[in-house]
């Protein structure tokens, strides 16, 4: 059974790009979340995706939005790259969006803005 | 004053000894999490609690609901315990499970 799964692993990206960062769920899960983690920090909620609708949404501009798709399988675009979007990017997915069900990590995306 | 607070934010111990992190949240909850984070960045589920306590292996995780205060124990610490340690928790106001981060508390383990 594979975990979650996130491509690419890493990526280098300029200034004023988009990117497009994916991420394939646990089978059997129906819920993914995005985080952003820069480096040193912890983890910051980006928005989650429920039934390939947004349900939920942290403090992140426009710029990012996302995506899910049929199968559950979820993709992050973010729009003109800015030097501080350089992060880990890390998926989580879970069996529904209820608080007491246990959220499993993907190995990250680890994205590099010049 | 950030909703999850974490400390240490470094703790460096000898192998064998024992370790303890600690958590406290400001927000009524429904789950907390503990997370490992090796260098390199992904993450591994070690528990979610909701009340109690709980123990897998040498690692012991405690919650208090009513002090709002969580601990992570490890118990006869090794050098491969040395990681980032992260608490999280799912707040009763969010819907869905979204996950509120502390800082994490980077463990050093010397051999």
């Known amino acids: 059974d594979a975990g979650v799964t996130q491509s690419p692993t890493h990526l280098i990206k300029t200034r004023g790009q988009q990117v497009t960062l994916r991420c394939s769920p646990k089978s059997g899960h129906d819920t993914v979340s995005w985080y952003q983690q820069a480096l040193g920090q912890g983890p910051q909620f980006i928005f989650q995706?429920?039934?390939?609708?947004?349900?939920q949404r942290g403090n992140f501009p426009d710029r990012f939005s996302g995506h899910q798709f049929p199968n559950y399988s979820s993709e992050l675009n973010v729009n003109a790259l800015l030097l501080g979007d350089s992060a880990l990017y890390l998926c989580?997915?879970?069996?529904?969006?209820?608080?007491?069900?246990?959220?499993?990590f993907g190995p990250g995306t680890r994205l590099t803005v010049t | 004053k950030n909703e999850v607070e974490q400390s240490p934010q470094n703790l460096t111990a000898q192998e064998g000894e024992f370790i303890t992190i600690n958590c406290s949240y400001s927000?009524?909850?429904?789950?907390l999490h503990w997370l490992q984070q090796h260098p390199g960045g992904g993450i591994v589920s070690l528990f979610m609690l909701s009340s109690g306590k709980k123990k897998h292996g040498r690692l012991i995780a405690t919650i208090n609901i009513q002090e709002k205060h969580s601990s992570l124990h490890i118990t006869a610490s090794h050098p491969r315990d040395s990681a980032v340690y992260i608490c999280a928790v799912v707040s009763f106001k969010a819907a869905g499970n979204k996950l509120t981060f502390g800082g994490g508390t980077r463990v050093l383990v010397k051999p």
């Open positions: 989580a997915s879970s069996l529904a969006a209820g608080g007491l069900y246990e959220q499993y």
């Open positions: 995706y429920y039934e390939e609708e947004e349900r």
């Open positions: 927000v009524g909850i429904s789950a």
